[in-house]
């Protein structure tokens, strides 16, 4: 069921290492079938080498359920869900830690629309969330960072700027198709490259808050300190749920 979908998303995976966005096996693309009210993502901790269509992994959208796949769907699903229920026009997201747009939301800052190159695709600053706070990371961490970015677009438009940095995390775009996400994520590593030296070779202060300190000292910092742990022990611990059984 739903080839077609699974192929769209499974050449959007691939096109990630392809463009330099992902190490190992981060990130992931998703697509969706609003009229059939399911969605399309690629499997936890497969190697992308590994794949094939038929492996990308089926969704309902209702309830968040996988079938019509023997793997495991990624564990960043639930954030996929939450943008496709309120962004109702997008078809396709894509989240990766590529390296430069990682680095502004390590440092809990957006990326100003310094040149022509930014403006071509986002129509303003591409924002970066607010931290989150401890008991939503402990509980639907995933689906909380989905909620995180929709709070984020309350006065903004998705679709004027298709992307977000989530702070301490990485970032996540979205478009018309799991093709087009992926350009987007594309276009805004370029972006975050360039805003970076521009600020640089203007002797700008690197843009980041206050806090910047807190966001790369774990120890001492209650919230850092779970997020740690959600990130580490989701892989490694006792409960771990990323990649498959």
């Given at each position: 069921?739903?080839?077609?979908?699974?192929?769209?998303?499974?050449?959007?995976?691939?096109?990630?290492?392809?463009?330099?966005l992902v190490t190992l096996t981060w990130g992931n693309v998703s697509g969706v079938d609003r009229e059939n009210g399911v969605?399309?993502?690629?499997?936890?901790?497969?190697?992308?080498?590994?794949?094939?269509?038929?492996?990308?992994?089926?969704?309902?959208?209702?309830?968040?359920?996988?079938?019509?796949?023997?793997?495991?769907?990624?564990?960043?699903?639930?954030?996929?869900?939450?943008?496709?229920?309120?962004?109702?026009?997008?078809?396709?997201?894509?989240?990766?830690?590529?390296?430069?747009?990682?680095?502004?939301?390590?440092?809990?800052?957006?990326i100003p629309p310094y040149g022509t190159t930014h403006a071509d695709y986002f129509y303003g600053e591409i924002p970066c969330?607010?931290?989150?706070?401890?008991?939503?990371?402990?509980?639907?961490?995933?689906?909380?960072?989905?909620?995180?970015?929709?709070?984020?677009?309350?006065?903004?438009?998705?679709?004027?700027?298709?992307?977000?940095?989530?702070?301490?995390?990485?970032?996540?775009?979205?478009?018309?198709?799991?093709?087009?996400?992926?350009?987007?994520?594309?276009?805004?590593?370029?972006?975050?490259?360039?805003?970076?030296?521009?600020?640089?070779?203007?002797?700008?202060?690197?843009?980041?808050?206050?806090?910047?300190?807190?966001?790369?000292?774990?120890?001492?910092?209650?919230?850092?300190?779970?997020?740690?742990?959600?990130?580490?022990?989701?892989?490694?611990?006792?409960?771990?749920?990323?990649?498959?059984?």
């Open positions: 069921m739903y080839e077609e979908l699974k192929q769209a998303v499974y050449e959007a995976n691939l096109a990630l290492p392809k463009n330099n969605m399309v993502i690629k499997p936890s901790g497969v190697s992308y080498e590994e794949m094939k269509p038929e492996d990308m992994v089926t969704v309902r959208l209702s309830d968040g359920e996988a079938f019509d796949s023997h793997y495991k769907p990624s564990s960043d699903t639930p954030t996929h869900l939450v943008l496709y229920r309120n962004f109702p026009e997008i078809g396709g997201v894509c989240h990766t830690h590529s390296r430069w747009a990682t680095i502004f939301s390590q440092m809990g800052s957006g969330t607010k931290e989150m706070k401890s008991a939503e990371i402990k509980d639907n961490y995933e689906a909380n960072t989905g909620e995180l970015i929709v709070r984020t677009f309350e006065k903004l438009k998705y679709s004027e700027i298709p992307a977000v940095l989530v702070s301490s995390h990485g970032p996540f775009t979205w478009g018309n198709s799991p093709e087009k996400a992926v350009e987007n994520a594309i276009v805004l590593e370029e972006v975050a490259f360039m805003a970076w030296h521009t600020q640089i070779g203007t002797g700008m202060q690197i843009s980041a808050p206050l806090t910047t300190k807190a966001n790369v000292i774990f120890k001492g910092n209650d919230k850092k300190t779970t997020l740690l742990d959600k990130h580490f022990l989701r892989k490694h611990g006792k409960n771990a749920y990323y990649g498959q059984k």
